[in-house]
Each structure stands twice: as structure tokens, then as C-alpha cells.
């Protein structure tokens, strides 16, 4: 056993309203510099949609992630030898067009232009060649709120893969949001195409870092990783990706994306996981068995033995304690209501989702259909088809979004009939066994998903700076680190301590 | 006097320059050692112009090394006449230099013309190309259409041990005062691109990630890396 600590989120869909705050907020703190124009670190995706960058779900083009082949495991788009054969010209990789060309306005032409008939404009111009572009056609939003229409709507991989499900009748419209940001993976793919070994995962906190230092732009990351969360900075030519804002969490804060959320939708805690596993789960043969496998990574937070193992790892108390009272064990792990994001790419992605409700296509013409029971069909006429959702969160597997949706629903009975009434008739019913659960669970679900307290929806340990064994010659050396020469007693045969 | 100069001062000030810049470059640049690869901004064109120049120099390497500095005893060791080394020598050289010197115009018409490449090529990217193009255009032509026979001048009795000269520092310049002046020129070109190398993107060639498929695929670090110091 190999514990190691990860800091994950959850982002619970059903508040998600699609604002993009967090998109903004992210892009102000990390990525307003010339090169990083097109990042989108934090984007939130209309779907269905085509995503961004465009149609990054078609892994069959770019060849992201992972996949079995004689029941090993291996890179999608080859392993290193190949890869270092195809070093001069990636094939695999994304361009500008899949993107979008970035551009600002001449702001300045508001200001300088002399008194005349017509009103002065800014044009667009672009930031890549500085030209004038006479008119965007595209950019990391484009089709928000469904308004590319069918046009845009048919690019949607998911969509091309369940015809048979989606018809794009104007009554049958569904919509929803998915914001999405590096997953920073259990079995990050792009950590393994780097030829340079320049990005890695963190010991302390799991987060997928690049080296600016060692990277040197061979640009296998962009490709390898699934979610396209890698970016090339056409500026520096180095890759970039989301930190999980690392100098705000090893403080305590929360992710800039999840502070500023404005439904509240994000959560962040540790989880336990053992290294050791992390391989031979995302080996397993079905794809529909990834969900589970991964789950087995995950250690109990309370089992006297993993707190010993954690302990041996270097894992100090106020980390085990985060990861008892982490949202993210109770909603993915314990609950079982947040699930990763396509499963199937094998990489043990670690931001998870709580599937959205959505209304009931069907008119309930009959009483007896409000009753409790009556919502047991209810999950499979939702506007969101079932099968969508699996596609994106389960890898195919309709009936564990059922299952998660009957809970979500049964909560909701759960908690109106508290306050309106028939409490005692939900406790006898079919849903609750369905859904398998219990009241007092619901209960703190619901606390949880719609309550929660800042303290309660971030529980982020700072970082281990007092385990640095250097302390005593930190302090006070302020900034001087590495020009004071290391303090103690000099030994008769050199170097220090 | 000149001898001297070109012979001995000017490759070894060329190695100098090449050695001392990529150190300095390497320890006090280091965020700009990359492959400033352009593959974001177009990759129709590069999808022929880079695998064809990078191939091209991969081979025209070998060969340079094949014929430079492996002494001529090691191919007569082998039983391996000179008729036949000539004959590879040609045929090879041949292919490894057309396909460099293809893949460069390919690229360098990718660099004009293609707006958003053009605007972030410097001075020194347009520099590395060309010169690389007239480099690799002197050596494709000596190989294609010199018409030396080993019998008028073989390169591997002068060019050879001058250049193997240079490394056990008593460089042997008289050997190159008498070969053909094409020779002289792609050789001295060829040295003063070795000066220039800390100063171009051509860095990235001392950064062939030969280590990668060695390696554990998922790569761990630690931020303070106590467990590493702590003793």
C-alpha cells in the first residue's frame, strides 16, 4: 500500500447556471498574458455542443488517453518509441482552427479618431498577427445556451454517437452546462506523452504541474491529454494547463474558480488513494467497470490502518483529518452521486459531477401519479435523455446514472415531504428502496448539496511547509535561500549536517 | 597565415562560441530552450517540410559522422572497398540531402507566406533556415554533382583527420589548404552554423529526448521533497 493524498472537486451540475464567472476569474488570474490568449484553464460548455476546443470528445482524431491493447495498457496515441518517430509533426494535434483565433478591439480608435459624420468603432483585430479580422466567426463560447442551433448541436460527438436517442425536435430540446477544468488525473496520460518528462504529479497534493524549465515544446501533452486541458503557449513554446490554483490551496484557499462560483456549485477535498492500484485499475477490460475500479483506489479516511499507512507516507494529522471531513470522499466515494468525467479515457480523471435533474417531459394527467412512487418513471422521462448523461459521466452505463438521478430525486421527495408533508409515506416507499438509501442519508446529502457553508464546501489543508526539513534556515533568510550558504556545523569532510 | 586562421582560430572559436553559449544559455536561459514548434499555427505544410528536413539531417548526420570521423582504416578492417563506400556514400547523401534541402523550402515558403508563422519568425528563425538551405544545398550538390572520384580527392584522406585533428588539439590545418574550394566552403559554413546554435532554436537538438521510452510513464515529484533530504 502506497497512500498518497489528492486535493479533487466536485461540481454539482443541477446549480450550475452557466454564467461563466468562474471561466473569467480563472482567465484574469492565470492566463492574460500574450501565448495564452485561447487558454480557457476553466471553460463551461453548452451541452450538447461541440465543446472546446472543437469536438475535443472525438478521440478517435486525437487520439487522447489511454486504451487497451492485448490487455496492457497503452497510450491511444503510442507509446514513446513512437512517439519520438513522430516528433517533427504531430498528427494528432489540435490546431488555431480548432481553437479559435484569438482577437481584442482597437480600443484605442475610440479615443484618436477625429470628429466625423459616423460614430468611431474598435474592429476586431487579431492578437496572433495584429490584422484586422473583418468578422469572429468562432470562439470558446460560440454555441453557449444552444445558440448555434442544430448546426453546431449535430458537431456534438455524443450527440453523432446517440441518434437514436437525441432527436433534435424543438419540444424535445435539452440543455445543460458543464464546466470543466484539468482533472488532474489519478493516471494522467499527459504526464506519460511528455517525451521530456517535464510535467508530473505532485507527492504532496496530486496536482498535475508542468516544469516551464523543462519543458521543451514537443507539444505530445496538447494531444495525449483526452480532455484537451494542456495548452500550447505559442509565445513562450512551452505547454500550460491549470495548476488547481496551487499557491491559493497550499494556503487553504479554494480554487479561484470554485471561490468566485456564484451557484455554489464547486467543492474541494482530499481523498486517500493507493498508489500502488492506481495501474491495475485502469486496466480493467469494460470500460463499465472503470467507474467501480477507480472508486476501489480510494482509502477509508476512518480505517485505523490507512491512517497508520497515511502517517508512514508522510501524511501529517491535519491532512487526514481533511480528508474524514472531505465533500468530495462523502459525495464520489461514500454517496456515490458524483462521477468522473468520461471514464472510459482510463485516466482516473478527479473532478467529478453530480448528474443534473431535469423537468419531466411527460403531462401527469393522474393523481396517483404525485404520489411518491410516481417518480420511480419519472428518471427516465427527464428531458436530459439518461443516455446523454452516460455518455459523458459513465462510460455508456445508463442504469448508474438511473441510480444516481433515483437518489438525487429521492432526496428531493425526501426533503419536501418533510416540510409539506407525507414524510411517513416516503419512508415506506418503493423509491427509498430503489434508490437505496436512508433517510438520514438523504438528509446530510441535502445539507450538504444545498446548504453547506464555505468551511463545509472547502475543506483544503494548507501546505506541508513544516514537514520542509530546511525550516530553521529558512527562517530568516527571507528571500536569500540559495546565496546564504546552508547553516550548522561544518563537518571535518565537507558538505553539510 | 590565412591557412591558419580558417583552419585552426575559426573552428575552434566557432566550437568555443557553440560550447560556452549553449552553457550559459542552458543554465541562465533555460525557459527558452525549446522546439519552437509553429504546429499550432498551420500544420498542412508542416506535415511535409519538417519530417522531410528533420529526417534529412537525422541521415546527413550519420553520414557526416560515417565519413568524418570514422578513419578510412575502420572501412578497409571491414573488407569494405572504396568503390562500395563511395557508392553508399553517393546514394545516401543523395536522398538525405535533397530530402533536407525539399524540407527546408518547404518550410521557409511556410515562413513567408503563412501570416500568423511569419509574424512570430525572428530574425535568427529566418536565419537558421537559410543558412541550413545553403548548407545543405552546397553538401546535396558537392555529393550529386561534384563528380569526385576517391582517385581526384576523397574528403575521408583530408577533410577526415583534419577534422579528428581538431579534437586531440593539434589540428592538422595543412591537410585543407589543397582541396576544392567547394569543399572549404560548406566545411567553414558548417563551423560558423556550430557558432550560431546557442543563438538559435536549433538548441532544441541537444534536447532529443532519447531517455523517454526508459522511463516510468507516470511521473511523481515531490514540492518540498522532504523524503528525499531527510537523512
Same mark, same amino acid.
Given at each position: 500500500?502506497?497512500? =498518497? ?12 447556471? @452557466? ?7 480563472? =482567465? ?22 461541440? @465543446? ?63 470628429? &466625423? ?66 482533472? *488532474? ?31 521543451? &515544446? ?33 494556503? &487553504? ?60 507516507? &508522510? +501524511? ?20 456515490? +452521486? ?75 421527495? *425526501? ?35 444545498? +446548504? ?46 | ?49 519538417? !519530417? ?127 582541396? !576544392? ?51
Amino acid at each position: 500500500m502506497k497512500i =498518497k493524498a489528492q486535493v479533487a472537486m466536485v461540481m454539482h451540475l443541477d446549480k450550475c447556471i @452557466g454564467c461563466h464567472t468562474c471561466s473569467v476569474t480563472c =482567465k484574469n488570474t492565470w492566463t492574460n498574458r500574450p501565448g495564452t490568449e485561447y487558454m480557457w484553464f476553466n471553460n463551461v460548455e453548452t451541452r450538447p455542443g461541440t @465543446g472546446y476546443p472543437k469536438r475535443w470528445e472525438d478521440t478517435e482524431r486525437f487520439k487522447g488517453g489511454w486504451t487497451l491493447k492485448n490487455g496492457k495498457l497503452q497510450l491511444k496515441a503510442g507509446g514513446p518509441i513512437s512517439k519520438l518517430m513522430n516528433i517533427f509533426y504531430n498528427p494528432d494535434m489540435a490546431t488555431m482552427d480548432d481553437y479559435y483565433e484569438p482577437w481584442t478591439y482597437n480600443y484605442q480608435n475610440l479615443i484618436d479618431s477625429p470628429k &466625423g459624420e459616423h460614430l468611431p468603432v474598435a474592429r476586431p483585430q487579431s492578437v496572433i498577427t495584429g490584422e484586422y479580422i473583418d468578422k469572429p466567426e468562432w470562439g470558446s463560447n460560440w454555441d453557449d445556451d444552444l445558440a448555434g442551433g442544430t448546426e453546431t448541436v449535430s458537431q456534438d460527438p455524443t450527440v453523432e454517437k446517440l441518434q437514436d436517442h437525441i432527436s433534435m425536435e424543438y419540444e424535445k430540446t435539452f440543455m445543460m452546462y458543464l464546466p470543466r477544468i484539468c482533472e *488532474h488525473c489519478l493516471n494522467p496520460s499527459c504526464v506519460a506523452s511528455c517525451p521530456s518528462g517535464a510535467l508530473y504529479k505532485r507527492d504532496e497534493d496530486g496536482i498535475v504541474l508542468v516544469d516551464q524549465e523543462a519543458c521543451r &515544446g514537443w507539444r505530445f501533452c496538447m494531444s495525449g491529454c483526452p480532455y484537451h486541458k494542456v495548452y500550447y503557449n505559442w509565445n513562450t513554446h512551452k505547454a500550460e494547463k491549470c495548476n488547481f490554483c496551487y499557491p491559493r490551496t497550499e494556503a &487553504g484557499l479554494p480554487t479561484i474558480c470554485s471561490e468566485t462560483c456564484v451557484g455554489r456549485i464547486r467543492y474541494i477535498g482530499v481523498v486517500l488513494y493507493d498508489a500502488d492500484k492506481v495501474k491495475e485499475a485502469a486496466s480493467v477490460e469494460d470500460p463499465q467497470d472503470l467507474y467501480e475500479s477507480q472508486l476501489s483506489v480510494f482509502q477509508d479516511p476512518f480505517d485505523p490502518e490507512v491512517i497508520e499507512a497515511a502517517k508512514k507516507a &508522510g +501524511i501529517n494529522d491535519e491532512w487526514i483529518e481533511s480528508a474524514q471531513n472531505s465533500p468530495v470522499y462523502k459525495m464520489a466515494m461514500k454517496w456515490k +452521486i458524483a462521477l468522473p468525467l468520461h471514464p472510459e479515457y482510463r485516466t482516473l480523471p478527479m473532478v467529478w459531477y453530480v448528474p443534473p435533474l431535469s423537468p419531466i417531459m411527460n403531462h401527469i394527467t393522474n393523481e396517483d401519479d404525485l404520489s411518491t412512487d410516481g417518480y420511480i418513471p419519472a428518471v427516465d422521462q427527464m428531458r436530459i435523455p439518461v443516455e446523454y448523461l452516460a455518455s459523458i459521466l459513465a462510460a455508456d452505463d445508463t442504469k448508474l446514472i438511473r441510480r444516481v438521478l433515483l437518489k438525487l430525486t429521492a432526496m428531493r421527495v *425526501h426533503m419536501r415531504g418533510k416540510t409539506v408533508g407525507g414524510i411517513d409515506a416516503f419512508r415506506q416507499s418503493e423509491l427509498l428502496k430503489e434508490a437505496n438509501t436512508t433517510p438520514e442519508e438523504l438528509e446530510d446529502m441535502a445539507r450538504l448539496l444545498g +446548504i453547506a457553508k464555505y468551511n463545509e464546501r472547502f475543506v483544503i489543508p494548507t501546505g506541508r511547509r513544516e514537514m520542509d526539513d530546511d525550516l530553521y534556515y529558512a527562517q530568516g533568510a527571507c528571500s536569500l535561500e540559495d546565496l546564504a550558504p546552508p547553516e550548522g556545523m561544518a563537518s571535518l569532510i565537507g558538505g553539510n549536517s | 597565415m590565412g591557412d591558419v586562421f580558417w583552419w585552426v582560430i575559426f573552428p575552434y572559436a566557432c566550437l568555443i562560441i557553440m560550447v560556452f553559449g549553449l552553457l550559459y544559455r542552458f543554465a541562465f536561459r533555460q525557459l527558452t530552450w525549446a522546439a519552437p514548434s509553429t504546429e499550432f499555427f498551420e500544420k498542412k505544410w508542416l506535415r511535409f517540410g519538417s !519530417p522531410l528536413f528533420h529526417w534529412g539531417v537525422i541521415f546527413a548526420f550519420i553520414g557526416h559522422l560515417m565519413g568524418i570521423v570514422v578513419p578510412m582504416g575502420f572501412y578497409d578492417a571491414l573488407g569494405i572497398s572504396n568503390h562500395l563506400y563511395h557508392l553508399g556514400a553517393v546514394y545516401g547523401g543523395s536522398l538525405a540531402g535533397l530530402m533536407m534541402v525539399v524540407g527546408l523550402i518547404i518550410l521557409l515558403i511556410r515562413k513567408i507566406v503563412f501570416n500568423p508563422v511569419r509574424v512570430h519568425a525572428t530574425f535568427a528563425d529566418f536565419y537558421s533556415v537559410i543558412a541550413l538551405l545553403i548548407i545543405a544545398g552546397i553538401g546535396t550538390y558537392i555529393t550529386m554533382f561534384g563528380n569526385f572520384t576517391p582517385e581526384e580527392f576523397d574528403y575521408r584522406s583530408a577533410i577526415g583527420p583534419w577534422f579528428r585533428s581538431l579534437f586531440v588539439l593539434s589540428p592538422q590545418y595543412q591537410l585543407m589548404t589543397s582541396i !576544392p574550394f567547394i569543399f572549404k566552403l560548406h566545411t567553414l559554413l558548417g563551423f560558423g552554423l556550430f557558432g550560431s546554435i546557442p543563438f538559435t532554436r536549433l538548441v532544441h537538438f541537444y534536447s532529443i529526448p532519447v531517455a523517454y521510452p526508459t522511463r516510468a510513464p507516470q511521473q511523481y515529484r515531490s514540492r518540498a521533497q522532504y523524503k528525499n533530504k531527510s537523512s
